[in-house]
């Protein structure tokens, strides 16, 4: 009777080049990861920035004035740019919202005006930070006149976006 002797199995070198070809296309997977985790939260970002304009528009239905909108307080806008702020930064807080100052872009809610928000009794505008904005030092502005955009500025009181 003979014997067959066949060796099995994969050779050091072949599982070498298959380990690297893994790591290489993990790589690019996890670089492509990262760039659409920031347009993720850049999108839920002007979700939530957007969502105020409605929230502001109840909110002007009882006393007939935007004045107030932006306060802490139950029915103003102040959740919705809280919730803007936390796509920011897990750690945001309400308290950091600037009110009636000059925006400060942040891609980390670093600024206490990376979320501004500005009113009178006629009008609003507010504006959160974006992660990654087109252009440089953006972020998304919404006002009481129906404006929904990407704005690098809003002045100190201003209630229009620029």
Request: net charge positive; glycine share 8%.
């Amino acid at each position: 009777m003979k014997k067959l002797s066949f060796k099995k199995g994969f050779t050091l070198i072949e599982l070498l080049v298959v380990v690297a070809i893994i790591g290489i296309l993990a790589s690019v997977v996890l670089a492509s990861l990262n760039s659409a985790r920031t347009k993720g939260s850049d999108a839920a970002i002007k979700a939530a920035v957007s969502g105020a304009r409605a929230q502001a528009e109840l909110f002007y239905d009882t006393p007939q004035s935007y004045a107030g909108v932006c306060a802490i307080a139950v029915g103003t806008i102040n959740a919705q740019l809280l919730n803007a702020g936390q796509k920011l930064v897990s750690n945001f807080a309400a308290v950091n919202i600037a009110i009636g100052t000059a925006y400060a872009w942040s891609a980390t809610g670093a600024t206490a005006a990376a979320v501004t928000c500005h009113e009178n009794g006629t009008a609003w505008a507010a504006i959160a930070s974006l992660k990654s904005p087109v252009a440089a030092n953006g972020g998304w502005c919404v006002d009481s006149t129906g404006a929904s955009k990407e704005s690098t500025a809003l002045a100190i009181n201003a209630v229009v976006c620029p």
